[in-house]
């Protein structure tokens, strides 16, 4: 009896466990959809911005931007972003890797020279970070927590603030961009330098004869700035978006291994159950037969 009673409290707390992992997976649905709805308003914005920049600095002959110069690179800065809290599969996890792979691939030499700082965004990174040994130039986990535009567009001038004082000729963000609910895509952007538009078919730009007040150059300046903020924006509500997905994913695999696991109690409880009256009944039994 002491056995049943034991597979019983193990039912029972299986059930309590899938209560919340079923609990989780609703929430996350919840988040998911309103972070999918801010990536649908953030992006044409954003589009147009980087359409904007495009078209004004291809009619530049000469355009001597710090946030389009190429120098030589000596020191880069990862920005790596992930979740403050857990269960989400191997959301964290895989996006840490990538982040050092990604500097392994595209900056060894500097990496072997420690010319490669980390800046972690999301708790969970921080400790993923620490674990493998890498200590952080800094981290900023508050910004995962509310989304707050003017704490996001100041963090955003610090990274500006760092390229052009000249401490890191390359800063690169390296997320996990959502794709649907079941799928994240490890990706690693470009933030500064800003990537400059194509211009290898010259011809087919074509110039045209508005005069720009203040200049094209003033202009640029004034508006690179603001499409790097919305840049960083959309990638952290990306990142979000994934997180949930994750998050959600996870819990539904975490509630049907629940079921599975209670199904399989269920079945051993019955079975000892039914050993145990079976027992009993030949006992019984045995002890008639025995008075006559």
Not at 41 to 64: A, D, M, T
Not at 272 to 280: C, D, L, V, W
């Amino acid at each position: 009896m002491a056995q049943l009673k034991e597979i019983r409290n193990r039912i029972t707390s299986v059930k309590n466990t899938r209560q919340v992992t079923s609990a989780m997976k609703m929430v996350s649905a919840s988040k998911l959809k309103k972070a999918q709805d801010m990536i649908v308003q953030v992006k044409p914005y954003e589009r147009k911005l980087h359409e904007i920049i495009e078209n004004l600095s291809l009619g530049v002959v000469e355009f001597n931007s710090v946030f389009f110069s190429e120098q030589p690179i000596e020191k880069v800065l990862v920005v790596v972003i992930g979740s403050n809290r857990g269960l989400c599969g191997g959301f964290n996890t895989n996006v840490v890797k990538y982040s050092i792979l990604h500097a392994y691939e595209k900056f060894e030499y500097l990496l072997k020279a420690g010319k490669v700082e980390f800046f972690s965004i999301g708790k969970q990174v921080e400790k993923g970070l620490n674990s493998k040994g890498i200590e952080l130039f800094g981290e900023a986990s508050d910004l995962m927590l509310n989304f707050n535009v003017d704490e996001i567009n100041g963090f955003a001038d610090q990274l500006i603030n760092l390229y052009k004082e000249g401490n890191f000729q390359r800063i690169d963000i390296v997320y996990n961009r959502f794709k649907n609910a079941a799928v994240q895509v490890l990706t690693a952007e470009q933030f500064l330098p800003v990537i400059k538009p194509a211009t290898e078919d010259k011809e087919s730009i074509v110039l045209s004869d508005f005069i720009y007040e203040p200049s094209k150059e003033e202009i640029l300046e004034s508006i690179v700035p603001q499409a790097l903020k919305m840049q960083l924006y959309r990638i952290l509500l990306d990142s979000n978006a994934a997180e949930q997905g994750a998050r959600m994913t996870a819990m539904h695999q975490a509630t049907e291994n629940a079921n599975d696991l209670i199904k399989e109690l269920t079945k051993t409880y019955n079975n000892t159950r039914q050993s145990a009256i079976t027992n009993e009944i030949v006992e019984i039994t045995a002890g008639a037969e025995a008075l006559n």
